[in-house]
């Protein structure tokens, strides 16, 4: 599904389809990290810069995926600094000290390829066709304004961004699934 103009029939798909591919993820993500993760149905936004309320999180990191096949559209999983940092020692099983930015990367891209996997599953189970993720891209900091650059690069800077919030049961922001339908 390739979208040139954006009905609000197609608006209504595309968040069914981020909806069904969010919830699905975040099942996988409270199996990573051992504890419920509540996901919020998705928000439209419209263009690039409209990262959460709020403003904008310097530290924040990302992992982003360009989807191809039945849905053209990039992924970006995007995670507090201290959600992300959280995360990496669950994975990795390393509760206190330095982690050393290699081991970092790699299960933040790992948990970003699980997760992004997920998302496609669930689209491509909906649409009865195939969806695969592309390798991922990692920002380290900074991450919603390269996002923002991604974004605009792949779909361009006023494409829809359908947004799902993954929080903990204190509903405390753990990271944030963000669907980009392509044109």
């Known amino acids: 599904m390739i979208v040139d103009e954006f009905s609000k029939s197609d608006q209504d798909r ?3 389809l981020a909806c ?21 149905d998705p928000t439209v936004l419209s263009g690039v810069g409209n990262g959460p309320s709020g403003g904008r999180d310097l530290q924040a990191t990302g992992v982003f995926f360009e ?25 990795v ?8 930015p290699p081991i970092v990367e ?8 699980i997760l992004a996997s997920h998302v496609a599953s669930a689209i491509a189970d909906r649409l ?10 990692l920002a380290m900091a900074h991450a919603e304004d390269e996002f923002d650059t991604f974004i605009d690069r792949a779909a361009g800077r006023e494409a829809p961004r359908i947004e799902s919030r993954l929080s903990h049961e204190d509903d405390r922001l753990i990271g944030r699934l963000v669907l980009v339908p392509m044109r």
């Open 67 to 91: 989807f191809e096949g039945c849905l053209d559209a990039i992924i970006g999983v995007l995670f507090s600094r201290e959600a992300s940092d959280l995360l990496v020692r669950r994975v």
């Open 106 to 113: 790699s299960a933040l891209m790992e948990v970003g390829n």
């Open 20 to 40: 069904a591919g969010a919830r699905q993820a975040g099942e996988a993500f409270a199996q990573l990290v051992g504890r419920p993760v509540r996901v919020a």
């Open 14 to 16: 595309l968040v069914e």
């Open 93 to 100: 099983g390393i509760e206190t000290g330095g982690l050393e």
């Open 128 to 137: 009865e066709a195939r969806l695969l993720p592309s390798i991922p891209s």
